[in-house]
């Protein structure tokens, strides 16, 4: 079995990291095997130097070697090319054509980005890899391939198993083995030594002296993100070598070419949606009219606390939190200066005798039927969101509470109004 160290150098591959060793040791020790191996990481980490690790060191080494990628090829025609056609299967098929599977029988295939796969295809793709059987497009005959498959993704495969956009039994299936590539940002002590070889390369390539960078340039390009790794890396050392006169780079010659390096503003980086996140602007517009409707209500029942009760600094400290949920301020940061009295006296009730309080009532009777009114598009909108919103965590009230902004108690109200 060749060393970590022979392999590296076999492949051109550069770098010394623990994550990166670990990753070429687990493929030296599966090639001997017919195990399927799933190689995940983001993209540009160079995940396609591990399934060529694996079939040079395999028994199948003599045999054929396919790279597809599965997402480049259309939905209409992967079927055909992964497992071939007979005459007259399909618009354009004039004559029988073998696919990968067939082509490759005895040798290994790579599927890269096989994430990206059709679920009638990713159907097909199980079959091969329980028994070894196929069917080509337009034909009824079962065919056998001896073949080994290494698949790889750069997509969190559990979210797309969660969508239902890839089968749980494939990955499975796909993944007996799996071996994870490091980003670039994770190895720093590799960084400057593969720029240093890019840099080479590209000096030979362009018959150009090789590039320099100064310290200064160096702690930039260690501290930088690295989000397309390191393909990234590799297309910026071309550009500096092609672009640049003085073959010494200085940090701010290097900023620009880093995209971004000067902003230090927060971001949010999110591997997906949250399952909060609503769809289509259209929801995100129901959900806020939704809101403005509770914060409404709201509004409604403060006003006719104070018209009853007429005492604000009663009202104030009787609903604290009321007042800090619709203006964001505690109840502490609301005083007697910012309700206007003199608009208070007017729905103030006065306490004299039971008629005239009867009288005062009717006066305010808008405020009664406001309360009752409701905008029949606007019920509709609610039912509809909360109908989603159940469905979306599978009728867990607590869940579907937490997404639409309301308690739970609130929600149940809402359930038994509309019979849902």
Known sequence: MESVQAIKQRFGIIGDDPKLN??????IQVAPTDISVLVTGE????KESVPKIIHALSHRKHGKYIAVNCGAIPEGTIDSELFGHEKGAFTGATQT????????????????????????????????????????????????????IVAATNINMFESIK???????????????????????????DIHL???????????KYKMPTIKLEDEAVELLLKYR???????????????SVLEQDRSISADELRQYLPDVGSNLPAVISEGKKESDFSNEREILYKVLFDMKSDLNDLKKLTLKLMQEGDSKQVQDENESLIQKIYGNSGDDIDEADIDEEKLE?????????????????????????????TLSLQDKELEL???????????????????????????????QYNL
């Open 22 to 27: 670990r990753a070429i040791e687990k493929a």
């Open 43 to 46: 993209s540009g980490v160079g």
């Open 97 to 148: 054509r073998s696919g990968y599977f067939e082509v490759a029988d005895g040798g290994t295939i790579f599927l890269d980005e096989v994430g990206e796969l059709p679920l009638p295809t990713q159907v097909r793709l199980l079959r091969v890899l329980e028994n070894g059987e196929f069917i080509k497009v337009g034909s009824s005959k079962v065919q056998k391939t001896n073949v080994r």
């Open 163 to 189: 969508k239902e956009k890839f089968r749980e039994d494939l990955y499975y299936r796909l993944s007996t083995v799996e071996i994870n590539l490091p980003p670039l940002r994770e190895r720093k002590g």
């Open 194 to 204: 593969l720029f240093r070889k890019f840099a080479s390369d590209f000096g030979m």
């Open 226 to 240: 690295w989000g397309g790794n390191i393909r990234q890396l590799r297309n910026i050392a071309e550009q500096i």
């Open 346 to 374: 007017v729905l103030q009730i006065p306490q004299q005798n039971a008629p005239q309080k009867q009288e005062e009532k009717d006066k305010y009777y808008f405020a009664e039927e406001i309360e009752e009114e409701e």
């Open 386 to 416: 909360i109908k989603k919103s159940l469905e979306r965590h599978n009728g867990k009230r607590k869940a579907a509470a937490e997404e639409l902004g309301i308690s739970e108690r609130t929600l149940y109200r809402k359930i038994k």
